[in-house]
C-alpha cells in the first residue's frame, strides 16, 4: 500500500506542477463569456440580450446593468417554475437532470434547485482540483492509499418526471468518478440508506474493516458519527478505531465553533481542510495550509459578483435592493464583508446564496465565509456577523475551560427593551448563568464598535440559558430529514425564535 500511496502522490505531484497556474480576473472573464455563450438562445438569454451583452465591449459591466439580482423566490417564481411545468431551455439550454432538495437557513420551504449535468461535471473537476491541492499539505505517501469517508445525505435519490432528486451531497455522492469508488466510504449500498439513524449504525459495526484516512461532511454530523463508531466499539477516541485518520475535509458550516468538541474525540491531531460546497455549486476550498481562508474556484462553471454589505443595500428580508452596486473580482478590496452573487451553468443568473464573504487574500482570491444576508444581528444596530459571535463562543470556550459545539441566539423584545437572547449548548459549562452573559457581553463591546454603541442606546444586555448540545441536534432532526446538508441557525428571527423556545421548554 506504501507503493500504491508513492505513486497517487507522485501523480498528483506531477498534475500540480503540470497544471498552468489560473490567474483568477482572466479565469471570470472566460467563465462569463462561456455562460453568455451557452445560453444566448435561451429564454433567459433571449429576455435579456445575451447576444448583444456577447458583442459589448465590457461584457461584465454590461451584464450586470441588464439582469437584475435575483434570490430564490424570485428565479424560481420568474424562471424556474416554467421547468416544473415540462419547459425546455429556460434559463439553461434542455432541461436538469437533477434537482438538489435544500431548505437552506433562510426560509421555511425546501427549495429546489436545479442541478444540470454541466455542474455535476462543475463539482467532480472542483474535486479534482481539491484533491490537487493536497500537494500543498505535505502530507505523507501512505496517506494518499487510505479510504475516504464521506457522510452526507442518501445517495438514494427520488425519481420524479424525467429527473431526479436529492441533497446536493446526496448527488454528488452518487456521481463520484469511478477511479474513486475504490476510495470512498461507506460504500454505495450504505450511503443510499435512507434512515439516518440506521445508516451510521451500519457504519459503526462496518468501521473495524475500513482503513479510513479521511473524513469529509458536516461537523456536527461527523461528530456524531464518531461517537456512535467509538460508542460500538467500546474505545477511548476513533483513532483506536481508524489509526490512520489524518484529514477531515470540512464544510456545511463553519469549523470553528465545532474544534474543541471535534478534537476531544481525536487522540492525535488531524489536518482540517474548509470546503464550501453549496447546493448550487462548489463555490471554494482551502487550497494551502498557511491559512484557513478559502480559495474560491474561479475557473470551473461559477462567474462572480460582489455586493459591499452596507445596511442600504439589503432589504429586511435579506434580499438585495435593486440598485446595489456590484463589484468583480478586480476590484474588490480586503476585509471588506460583501454579499455573494452567483451565476452558473445549472442556469442561475446573478443570484443571491445568502452568504456574506469577505476576502484576506485578493491576489489568490481567497475568502472567509462572514455571514448570511439575513442573519447579521442588527434588529437594534449592534451589526454582528455570524463569524464574530464564533469568535464569542471560542473565548467563553477559553475563559470558562469548556467545549460549546452549538448555540444560537436572537434580539428579543422584553418589556423593559431588547436583549440578545442566547441559547448556549454545552455538557461542562458549569458557570452561573449572569457570569457567563457578563463576559460575552463584555467581550462583544471589546470586539465590535456597533455592539457597543448599540449597549449604550436600545440594547439593554444579554440574557442566556446553558442547554445540553443534544437539544439543538434534536432541533434539526425535529425540521429537516438528518444526514443533510443541515445548518443549524446561528441566529433566528423573533418568530422562529418563540418556535424554538417552545421546544426548547419542558
Not at 487550497?287 to 474561479?298: F, G, K, N, W
Request: charged share 25%.
Amino acid at each position: 500500500m506504501e507503493i500504491l500511496g508513492n505513486l497517487i502522490k507522485g501523480a498528483i505531484n506531477l498534475k500540480d506542477k503540470l497544471t498552468p497556474e489560473v490567474n483568477p480576473i482572466e479565469a471570470q472573464e472566460q467563465v462569463l463569456k462561456h455562460l453568455l455563450e451557452t445560453a444566448k438562445d435561451t429564454q433567459f438569454g433571449k429576455a435579456y440580450k445575451f447576444k448583444s451583452l456577447l458583442e459589448s465591449d465590457t461584457i461584465a459591466e454590461a451584464f450586470a446593468a441588464t439582469i437584475p439580482y435575483f434570490d430564490y423566490n424570485e428565479i424560481s417564481e420568474q424562471w424556474w417554475r416554467k421547468l416544473h411545468n415540462g419547459e425546455e431551455n429556460v434559463t439553461w439550454p434542455g432541461t436538469p437532470s437533477y434537482y438538489a432538495l435544500s431548505s437552506g437557513t433562510t426560509g421555511n420551504s425546501s427549495k429546489r434547485i436545479p442541478v444540470t449535468d454541466a455542474m455535476v461535471d462543475a463539482i467532480r473537476h472542483a474535486g479534482i482540483q481539491q484533491v490537487t491541492a493536497l500537494n500543498n499539505f505535505d502530507l505523507p505517501a501512505d496517506f494518499f492509499s487510505k479510504e475516504v469517508m464521506m457522510l452526507g445525505s442518501s445517495t438514494k435519490l427520488a425519481e420524479k418526471d424525467n429527473h431526479l432528486e436529492g441533497e446536493i451531497s446526496g448527488i454528488s455522492a452518487s456521481n463520484i468518478p469511478f477511479w474513486f469508488k475504490g476510495y470512498y466510504k461507506p460504500g454505495e449500498d450504505i450511503a443510499k440508506i435512507d434512515d439516518w439513524e440506521t445508516r451510521v449504525e451500519t457504519i459503526a459495526k462496518r468501521a473495524k474493516s475500513w482503513d479510513i484516512g479521511a473524513l469529509s461532511g458536516i461537523p456536527s454530523w461527523i461528530e456524531l458519527m464518531m461517537k456512535e463508531v467509538i460508542k460500538y466499539h467500546k474505545v477511548k477516541n476513533i483513532h483506536e478505531v481508524w489509526p490512520n485518520l489524518q484529514v477531515f475535509t470540512s464544510g456545511g458550516v463553519a469549523f470553528g465553533p465545532y474544534e474543541k468538541s471535534f478534537n476531544a474525540l481525536l487522540e492525535k491531531p488531524i489536518t482540517v481542510i474548509d470546503t464550501y460546497l453549496a447546493s448550487e455549486g462548489f463555490i471554494a476550498f482551502q487550497s494551502r495550509p498557511e491559512t484557513e481562508a478559502m480559495q474560491l474556484v474561479t475557473n470551473n462553471g461559477v462567474y462572480f459578483e460582489f455586493v459591499p454589505f452596507h445596511p442600504d443595500y439589503i432589504k429586511p428580508d435579506g434580499s438585495i435592493v435593486e440598485n446595489a452596486p456590484s463589484v468583480t473580482l478586480k476590484d474588490v478590496k480586503l476585509d471588506q464583508d460583501y454579499v455573494l452573487i452567483i451565476s452558473t451553468v445549472s442556469g442561475a443568473w446573478r443570484y443571491l446564496i445568502g452568504d456574506t464573504i469577505a476576502f484576506t487574500d485578493v491576489e489568490r482570491a481567497e475568502i472567509k465565509i462572514t455571514g448570511r444576508t439575513k442573519f447579521f444581528l442588527n434588529t437594534v444596530g449592534s451589526q454582528l456577523s455570524v463569524n464574530k459571535l464564533d469568535d464569542a463562543i471560542q473565548f467563553l470556550e477559553a475563559e470558562f475551560s469548556t467545549t460549546i459545539p452549538e448555540y444560537t441566539l436572537c434580539a428579543k423584545r422584553f418589556n423593559d427593551g431588547f436583549y440578545h437572547t442566547w441559547y448556549i449548548g454545552s455538557n461542562d459549562l458549569k458557570a452561573d448563568a449572569s457570569v457567563i452573559a457578563s463576559a460575552l457581553d463584555a467581550f462583544l463591546k471589546s470586539a465590535n464598535k456597533n455592539y457597543k454603541v448599540a449597549r449604550g442606546k436600545a440594547l439593554e444586555g444579554v440574557k442566556v440559558t446553558v442547554i445540553s448540545p443534544d437539544v439543538f441536534l434534536n432541533w434539526s432532526g425535529a425540521n429537516k430529514k438528518k444526514g443533510g446538508q443541515v445548518k443549524m441557525e446561528r441566529v433566528m428571527g423573533e418568530d422562529k425564535f418563540k418556535d424554538w423556545e417552545d421546544f426548547v421548554a419542558p
